[in-house]
Each structure stands twice: as C-alpha cells, then as structure tokens.
C-alpha cells in the first residue's frame, strides 16, 4: 500500500512535489488556505478581466521541461519566449531601452551611452557563466547532509571566484559597464530576488547569465495561471486531492512524532509524511513554535521587498508601451538604499508594467486592456499600515500617465489594489514579503531553513522558502531536492 503525504499548500513547489511523489506510488492528498490553487502564482479575474497576480515571466525553462520529463506528462501549454525581453525607462527621457537576448542588438541600444558594451558584456558574462557552472551541481541542485558538507562544498568553488561573496553586485556591474543607464540595468535582476543591487551577492550575476545566454525569459499563451491549471488538472486525474479554504494552525504528536495538524475548523489531517510548501520560517515561528525561529529572530532576518500591486481593467488599447516594462527613476542608489525600510516615497515610484492582453488577447474584452504594476515598498515591519494605498496607486498611476503620455484614470473601468498586508493574508506571506527569506549569505544553502524537519523526521519542506531560494525555476528545483530527501528515506513505492 502506498504511503500517505499530507502537502500544505499548493503553490508551485508544493504541486511540483505532489506529481513527483504521485508518479512514485504515493498517495496525496493537499490542503490549501486559499480558495484556489497557485499561491503567488495565481491568477485575479475581475469584470472581465484577467490578470498575473504575481509571476508575469519565468527564467529556466528547461527546470520546467525537467519537471515535465521526470513525471512523464504533457502539458497543452504553448511557452512564448520574450525577445526583447523587457523595456526600462527613466524619468525624464522619452527612450526607453529594449533588453534584447541577441546581444549585438542590445550593443546597439547602449551604442550612444556605453561604447564598447559588446566587449564588456562578454566578459560579464564569461566570468558569471563560469561561476554558474561550478556552483550548479554543488550548490544550487544540491543537498546539504549539514553545514559542515555545505562549506566543504564551496571549497570546491575555484578560489578565484571567492571575492565575489564579498562585493555586492552594484560594484560588480560598475567594473565592466561606465554609464548609469547600463549598470542600473544590469544590476536590475536584484529586484527580482527582492532586494536591492547595493545588498545583493555579487554571485547573483548569475541571473544576468541565465537570462542572457541559457534560454531568457518565458511566457505561457493564455497566462502564468494556465500552468498551474494544467498541472493541477494532471494531479486530479492522478488520485490527488485538494482541500481548499484549509489553514492549518496548529499539530498533534503522538509518542514524539507529529502525527498531524489542525486546521482552523478543528479538523485533524492526519498522514505518515508531510510536506510544508507554507513559508518554511514562519511555518517554525507559527505551527512548530521554534526557538530558533522566535518572532525576534524572523525580524532580525533580511526579508525581501513587499510587493504594492495594482490591477487595472482599462476600455482602451495602449500601443506607446512594452508588455514588460520597468519605468525607473534617476536616484538609483539613493532609492535603493530606502525602499525596503522607509514607507514609500510618493514622489519618485520605481515600478514594474505589465500589459498581459498584449501577448493573451483574451485576458480583456474587445478593444480593452489589463493592465498590472508592481511596485516594491517596505514590509509591514517598516510601514504596518496602508490606509494611503489609493493615495499611493493615483501617484503611480499618474507617474505612469505622464511618461506614456496617456489619462490612464479617465480610461480605468476596473480596479484592484493589493499592499503588503492583502499578500500577507492571501498565502501567509512574512510581513507581505513577496520573495521571501532574502539571499544574503546567512540565508542560503545550509544556511536557509531547512527542507526536511528539525525535529521530525517525516516532515520536509518545500518552495522558495527553503533550499535553492526564491523565484520559479528555484520553486521546481525545491521539489526535486526534497523528492530526494523523501525517497532516500522512503524509496519509490512503484
Ligand atoms: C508580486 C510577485 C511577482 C513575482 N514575479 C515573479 C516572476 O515574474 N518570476 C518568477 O520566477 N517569480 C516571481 N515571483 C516569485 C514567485 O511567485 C515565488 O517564488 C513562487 O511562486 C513561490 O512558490 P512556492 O511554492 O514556494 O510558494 P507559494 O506560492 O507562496 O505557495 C505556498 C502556498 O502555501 C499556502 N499556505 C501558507 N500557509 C498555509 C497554511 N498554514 N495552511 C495551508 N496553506 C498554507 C499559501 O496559501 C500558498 O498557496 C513573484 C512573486 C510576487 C509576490
């Protein structure tokens, strides 16, 4: 008979975990707070239009393309590989800067800024390309036995990389690149682990290398959301099933072992093995009660920026814009040194456009456009309250009116706004951190909560909170680490 798994939450990692495991000859069964599937990947409707709640792109198509292979599946998705893969504006310019993958095309873009960009990207890359190669095997698609394993491992990382750990990636980008647009640009991918280039490793230049030389950045016809469809679609044909609107608050033991948790109407989920893809820190802080991760020390951890997210139905086509597009101010530095403590400054947004109904014509009506933003702002630690939020979203709104030259507010038909607190309650988010744990070297590989239990030895986590880190690809990759935790435990049941 195969044995029970209990998966709580049903965000990528969690439903990457559960075909896995399916597929292997177990049985699974998954609760979920939220009312669909998804977590931060997940998908608002509104009047008719359709929106990315949080992911618009993913970067490492072939972890997906691995996921699809290890589970024998076929997914109905066509991807859609963006090219150029995003446009950023300053303010003040009417240029907006296209990031092409071809990089002689992106040579010309910065031709007049940034003489000799070829050469220097070259060497960016190389240098980043070669780092990324030894850390791929070791690190990111590795499990630690301890901490001792996990730095014996980095011994293994060529010790000319090693000043790397110790300069951010601002500084990394400022020696091959001399102009403000470009290293701005360059140094951009921190944001999308949630923090800032000034803070960040300059290790992570690694994501410029994935983005730029493996296979960039990917879409799906019809939306993020039709991935997770189709992949829950594929666990409910398996045998999996869902318990929506289920939060589990609280566990039972039973002769030292967790022999189940509690949900928020009293029911007991009981299985033989558990899987966490809820927030691996704060799942210690608020179910377990751990010490080690007590309310004092999840607050002295580096969190990642909150995302402020604006959803707009819009009774128009707007042309002057890309589907991906950043709109940045010129006080980098300054901006990036107070976003993510101080409330946010209403006068200089920093912000993320994206049109969805550009590439997904069926995500608005006829002739109609959805419209999303995202702008980083502090965690709730740093700015609890948000009675200003549409106060906020008319500065952004008007900001964005102004650089395209276009009354957004007269064309708006629908309108949702999501701060910090909205992300917090929707999937229990840390202080509506969007990405989570950060990635400073405190928090990453044997450093990160772990993905198998402290404590108890048939509990393992999994998801973006845990080992590699945050974003998709890392979320797939999670599942495959923790599958092999169960299964060097457990074995393949079939
Ligand atoms: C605004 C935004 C934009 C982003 N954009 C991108 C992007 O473009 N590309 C990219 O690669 N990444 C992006 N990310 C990051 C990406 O969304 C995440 O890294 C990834 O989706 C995390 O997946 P996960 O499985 O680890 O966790 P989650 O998606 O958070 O799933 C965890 C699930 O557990 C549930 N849960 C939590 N606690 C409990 C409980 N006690 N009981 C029951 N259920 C519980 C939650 O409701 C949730 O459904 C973005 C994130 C945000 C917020």
């Not at 493996?214 to 099933?241: A, C, F, P, Q, W």
């Not at 945050?470 to 923790?482: D, E, F, Q, R, Y």
Request: charged share 25%; glycine share 6%.
């Amino acid at each position: 008979m195969g044995k029970n798994v209990l998966i709580v939450g049903t965000g990528l990692g969690g439903i990457a975990t559960a075909l896995r495991l399916v597929k292997r000859g177990y049985k699974i069964h998954m609760v979920e707070k939220h009312n669909q599937a998804g977590g931060r990947m997940n998908e608002l409707k509104v009047d008719g239009f359709r929106f990315d709640l949080g992911p618009t792109f993913f970067s490492m198509s072939y972890e997906f393309d691995e996921l699809i292979k290890d589970c024998n599946i076929k997914l109905p998705l066509t991807l859609k590989e963006l090219e150029p893969l995003y446009a950023v504006n300053f303010t003040g310019s009417e240029k907006s800067y296209y990031i092409y993958k071809d990089l002689n095309k992106l040579a010309e873009e910065f031709h007049n800024i940034e003489p000799g960009f070829k050469k220097s990207i070259d060497k960016y890359l190389a240098s980043a390309g070669n780092f990324y190669k030894s850390i791929n095997e070791i690190i990111i698609h590795s499990n630690s036995k301890s901490v001792t394993d996990f730095l014996l491992n980095l011994t293994k990382v060529p010790v000319k990389f090693a000043p790397k750990l110790f300069y951010n990636m601002w500084d990394e980008v400022c020696k091959y690149f001399n102009s403000y647009e470009v290293r701005t640009i360059m140094s951009l991918v921190a944001f999308f682990l949630g923090s800032s280039p000034f803070n960040t490793m300059s290790v992570y230049s690694i994501l410029n290398y994935t983005k730029l030389v493996h296979d960039g950045y990917h879409n799906v016809e019809g939306g993020m959301y039709r991935i997770i469809e189709s992949l829950v679609k594929i666990l409910e044909t398996e045998g999996v099933r869902i318990s929506y609107d289920t939060e589990i608050i609280d566990y039972k033991t039973k002769n030292n072992k967790l022999s189940g948790f509690v949900d928020q109407n009293g029911n007991v989920w009981e299985s033989d093995i558990y899987v966490i893809n809820a927030d691996a820190a704060l799942f210690r802080n608020k179910i377990f009660k751990r010490n080690k991760y007590n309310d004092r020390k999840l607050s002295g951890m580096k969190w990642s920026m909150a995302p402020f997210t604006i959803y707009l139905g819009l009774n128009t086509k707007i042309t002057d814009i890309y589907f991906h597009h950043y709109f940045l101010g010129n006080n980098f530095k300054e901006y990036s040194r107070k976003v993510f403590k101080n409330a946010i400054s209403l006068d200089k947004p920093y912000y993320y456009v994206n049109l969805l109904s550009h590439l997904n014509k069926d995500s608005a009506p006829e002739g109609c456009e959805s419209l999303f933003i995202l702008c980083p702002v502090a965690d709730l630690r740093f700015k609890p309250h948000w009675d200003d939020k549409e106060e906020i979203a008319d500065n952004i709104i008007s900001d964005l009116s102004r650089r395209i030259n276009y009354d957004i507010k007269s064309k708006t038909v629908a309108r949702v706004i999501f701060t910090p607190v909205n992300w917090q309650n929707m999937f229990n988010l840390y202080m509506g951190s969007g990405l989570g744990l950060g990635h400073n070297f405190r928090q990453i590989g044997a450093f990160r909560p772990g993905n198998y239990d402290e404590v108890y030895d048939n509990t393992f986590y999994v998801g973006s909170s845990t080992v590699p880190g945050t974003g998709l690809p890392m979320a797939i990759i999670s599942s495959k680490l923790v599958l092999e935790r169960i299964i060097s435990k457990y074995g393949p049941l079939s």
